[in-house]
């Protein structure tokens, strides 16, 4: 009798723990399936991702020379909005909308960003001395490559430019943002 009591004493305890870990569990999934949503949604998208961004009025670039113009690119990090700032360098040949070149700053070699100087009419790179004509060719230095060219739009008399970094390193130009 004694060893009955025991057995149904152990299986009650049994299940009473077993309803306490389900109700427990379904107490958790949502908190746990909302903190979750924002990396569901970073994986699934990239946290940035290739797109035009601003830069600026068209009538502020002056025709033939090289400006160098920040644009932001925004992103998300979890639940945390987050804003990227790139410089780009524009050069206007005429007054046409479309005699525009755009290049990215960062230096295909490492990363480090690339100066226009004017005096020697070239671009160089700080780091390791890579040098880049006025055209961003590749002239001297470690770089693989020449700076990586930039497409752009013009929309309302503004100018966007399609951002994208490019792995560093390589004589090919392969695009990192999605
Ligand atoms: S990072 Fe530009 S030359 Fe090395």
Redesign the pocket.
């Known amino acids: 009798m004694a060893q009955m009591h025991k057995g149904r004493r152990r299986f009650l305890g049994f299940l009473s723990t077993s309803l306490f870990t389900v109700i427990g569990l379904c107490l958790a999934l949502p908190g746990l399936a909302y903190f979750g949503a924002p990396m569901r949604r970073k994986s699934a998208t990239g946290e940035f991702r290739s797109d035009f961004v601003d830069a600026g009025p068209l009538v502020d670039l002056p025709v033939g020379q090289w400006q160098l113009r920040t644009v932001e690119l925004a992103g998300q990090d979890g639940w945390e909005k987050t804003i990227l700032r790139y410089a780009v360098w524009i050069h206007r040949e005429s007054e046409s909308a479309d005699a525009i070149t755009v290049l990215s700053s960062i ?1 295909p ?4 960003p ?1 100066q226009w100087q004017a005096a020697r009419a070239q671009f160089v ?1 700080p ?4 040098t880049f004509d006025a055209r961003g060719r590749t002239l001297a ?3 693989p490559r020449g700076m990586d060219p930039l497409p752009f739009e013009i929309r309302s008399g503004r100018l966007w430019v399609l951002w994208n970094e490019f792995k560093t390193g390589s004589a090919e130009r392969i695009p990192v943002c999605i």
């Open positions: 230096c070699h490492l990363g480090c690339v790179c780091c390791h001395h890579g230095g470690p770089p």
